[in-house]
């Protein structure tokens, strides 16, 4: 009982700024305090990290989603650093957004390769391991060396949409690139799937074409990793909604919403959204069609089961 005691003081939960109110949620599910980490800067911008409570020897995760603007980055850099420095004896990146991801191959010439660069600045910087949700592409769990934990949404979604009572739903796909995803959710929601067929006309911008499948008087269920500016999401509601969709609802992990994502949602067929926690909305961002689910408890879960070194996998049985 002692010794059992003695672990858990040792798991020891920090936040950078980026999503702090996810992390606080962690915590309470781990029934532990969120530890003290002052994040400050200097009179430039350059960011300061100091940790002001002892963590030699602790088992040390820290929450920070590496979403834009990339001084999110470089606070989870520094607090790596820092908890190395400070002789943590573990070291987990808890990342609920992987961002900077969608660029992961060299698909044209000159161009970077941001995910790989992104996975060696972390590794460098001191991790141990790194824990996330629903990355844009799985193949960047390769471009690490150290132990990769990589959740999936659809447990919390799948839970959430069994209570909706859906009619004779149907799961589609946005785009022919989320289709394994999309027949992931189909089958375990026991039911068809349809692919929106989409056009890229620049970046940013696409166009939806054709759709492969019938959604005629059916509730569908839009299922995408990431919202960034809601064009996918939009122009497929849109082709939905002219072939005979009677509701649409969207679900997607990561709510970036940028530009003028909120108002195309708002303005779009799309009855519902709902979205995961893994970024902090800003109030002006949120309205009556964005339902926010929590990811607090997967994650806590999780960080729980690596710190007494046990088996995370019936977290992530649903892969893509």
């Given at each position: 009982?002692?010794?059992?005691?003695?672990?858990?003081?040792?798991?020891?939960?920090?936040?950078?700024?980026?999503?702090?109110?996810?992390?606080?949620?962690?915590?309470?599910?781990?029934?532990?305090?969120?530890?003290?980490?002052?994040?400050?800067?200097?009179?430039?911008?350059?960011?300061?990290?100091?940790?002001?409570?002892?963590?030699?020897?602790?088992?040390?995760?820290?929450?920070?989603?590496?979403?834009?603007?990339?001084?999110n980055l470089m606070e989870l850099l520094l607090?790596?650093?820092?908890?190395?420095?400070?002789?943590?004896?573990?070291?987990?990146?808890?990342?609920?957004?992987?961002?900077?991801?969608?660029?992961?191959?060299?698909?044209?010439?000159?161009?970077?390769?941001?995910?790989?660069?992104?996975?060696?600045?972390?590794?460098?910087?001191?991790?141990?391991?790194?824990?996330?949700?629903?990355?844009?592409?799985?193949?960047?769990?390769?471009?690490?060396?150290?132990?990769?934990?990589?959740?999936?949404?659809?447990?919390?979604?799948?839970?959430?949409?069994?209570?909706?009572?859906?009619?004779?739903?149907?799961?589609?796909?946005?785009?022919?690139?989320?289709?394994?995803?999309?027949?992931?959710?189909?089958?375990?929601?026991?039911?068809?799937?349809?692919?929106?067929?989409?056009?890229?006309?620049?970046?940013?911008?696409?166009?939806?074409?054709?759709?492969?499948?019938?959604?005629?008087?059916?509730?569908?269920?839009?299922?995408?990793?990431?919202?960034?500016?809601?064009?996918?999401?939009?122009?497929?509601?849109?082709?939905?909604?002219?072939?005979?969709?009677?509701t649409i609802i969207a679900a997607c992990t990561?709510?970036l919403l940028s530009g003028k994502a909120v108002?195309?949602?708002?303005?779009?067929?799309?009855?519902?959204?709902?979205?995961?926690?893994?970024?902090?909305?800003?109030?002006?961002?949120?309205?009556?069609?964005?339902?926010?689910?929590?990811?607090?408890?997967?994650?806590?879960?999780?960080?729980?089961?690596?710190?007494?070194?046990?088996?995370?996998?019936?977290?992530?049985?649903?892969?893509?």
């Open positions: 009982m002692e010794a059992n005691l003695a672990a858990e003081q040792k798991l020891k939960l920090f936040s950078g700024n980026a999503n702090r109110p996810l992390a606080e949620k962690i915590a309470e599910y781990l029934s532990i305090p969120l530890g003290d980490c002052e994040i400050s800067r200097f009179s430039d911008g350059e960011i300061s990290v100091k940790y002001n409570e002892n963590i030699r020897g602790a088992d040390v995760f820290i929450v920070q989603p590496t979403s834009p603007p990339c001084d607090m790596i650093d820092a908890a190395k420095r400070a002789s943590a004896k573990r070291i987990t990146a808890v990342i609920p957004y992987f961002g900077y991801a969608r660029q992961d191959r060299k698909d044209q010439p000159r161009v970077a390769l941001s995910a790989k660069l992104v996975a060696n600045l972390i590794s460098v910087a001191g991790t141990d391991r790194v824990l996330t949700m629903d990355l844009h592409s799985a193949s960047i769990q390769g471009f690490f060396d150290i132990p990769f934990d990589h959740l999936y949404s659809a447990i919390i979604f799948i839970d959430y949409l069994k209570r909706q009572s859906l009619k004779n739903p149907v799961v589609v796909a946005p785009d022919v690139g989320s289709t394994k995803r999309a027949r992931a959710y189909a089958n375990r929601l026991n039911t068809d799937l349809a692919i929106v067929d989409k056009k890229r006309t620049g970046p940013n911008a696409v166009e939806a074409v054709s759709l492969i499948g019938s959604v005629e008087n059916r509730d569908v269920i839009l299922f995408d990793d990431i919202v960034d500016t809601g064009a996918t999401l939009c122009n497929a509601a849109e082709l939905l909604k002219r072939s005979g969709a009677k990561h709510p108002s195309l949602i708002e303005k779009s067929p799309i009855f519902k959204l709902v979205v995961l926690d893994t970024l902090k909305i800003p109030p002006e961002k949120n309205n009556k069609k964005i339902e926010i689910l929590s990811s607090a408890s997967l994650f806590g879960e999780a960080i729980q089961r690596i710190h007494h070194e046990e088996s995370i996998s019936s977290l992530f049985h649903l892969s893509f």
